[in-house]
């Protein structure tokens, strides 16, 4: 059976998985983050669980769903950042 491959998918809102950061991180080797990648690494975190649960929530539908890399960003100075896409499947 072959994938249906979907670019991005609207989150269903669901309550009770999602949980914030704590207010301070330690980064490896550099103190705390400044406020803008605090701010930033919020965003991706928060963002990260709703993708989590609408994850759930498919496969709870019977969608078999896996994240593929589909490049990675090269921000400079040695940062980068992986992209992704989901491969979904139907199986039922």
């Known amino acids: 059976m072959e994938p249906t491959i979907i670019r991005e998918l609207e989150p269903r809102p669901q309550s009770g998985h999602s ?53 990675r960003f090269h921000g400079g100075a040695g940062t980068w950042g992986d992209q992704i896409y989901l491969a979904v499947t139907k199986t039922v």
Do not use: Y
């Open 19 to 71: 949980r914030d950061l704590p207010p301070k991180k330690e980064a490896g080797g550099n103190g705390t983050f400044s406020p803008e990648q605090d701010s930033d690494l919020r965003i991706i975190t928060n963002n990260l669980h709703r993708l989590n649960d609408s994850i759930v929530q498919a496969v709870q539908a019977g969608l078999t769903v896996e994240i593929k890399r589909a490049s």
